[in-house]
């Protein structure tokens, strides 16, 4: 099956027309009906159009579609609650690429703050080679203050870091109510663990 019909499934799933995708991805709505028609588009395109579907050219060619539905490999990512500045600092070393989000944010305050740290953040990860230890634990400290203030304003602080065949490291931060129905609490038997 060719990628234009995957791309139609999976934007059948969304419920989204031709036109809503288009829009959202940047692109002519005729552009999406070439795609889905099996006419090729240009590589620009079609990565802007990936990524609004939040898929990847690998997740495509394993997906399969039966009857009108995307069946798509599943792929589960786990992000820990952060409880402290020094947890967040190890996942900064080494990143490459940033992703981050915040959820749950309903006052004005509460977006302030989160996009206030969620910028410090990026900012600490852009600059982390060129400071010197002195200057790293001032930043752990900065980062240790926003996070006590998210705190007070019930936002927890959740992260993950993957590390690609490339090695090249994804670091993902999050924020999300500490009354969020999706935090899952799993507590990690110690005897489990190897050495």
Not at 56 to 71: A, D, F, G, K, S
């Amino acid at each position: 099956m060719n990628i234009g019909k995957k791309i139609q499934a999976l934007r059948n799933s969304k419920l989204w027309t031709q036109e809503q995708l288009a829009e959202m991805a940047g692109v002519s709505e005729r552009t999406i009906s070439r795609l889905e028609n099996g006419e090729k588009i240009g590589k620009f395109s079609l990565q802007k159009i990936m990524d609004t579907l939040n898929t990847t050219l690998e997740v495509l060619e394993e997906m399969t579609v039966e009857n009108e539905q995307p069946t798509i490999p599943i792929e589960v990512n786990i992000s820990y609650r952060i409880n402290n500045a020094r947890e967040l600092m190890r996942l900064i070393p080494d990143t490459h690429m940033y992703g981050y989000d915040y959820h749950d944010c309903i006052t004005e305050e509460q977006v302030e703050i989160a996009q206030n740290f969620l910028t410090s953040v990026g900012d600490a990860i852009d600059i982390w080679s060129m400071l010197e230890l002195a200057e790293r634990f001032n930043l752990e400290n900065l980062l240790g203050e926003l996070m006590t203030d998210l705190e007070k304003l019930d936002l927890w602080v959740f992260g993950s870091r993957k590390v690609n065949k490339d090695d090249w490291a994804t670091t993902i931060i999050e924020i999300y109510s500490k009354d969020n129905p999706l935090i899952q609490k799993a507590h990690l038997d110690a005897s489990l663990i190897t050495k």
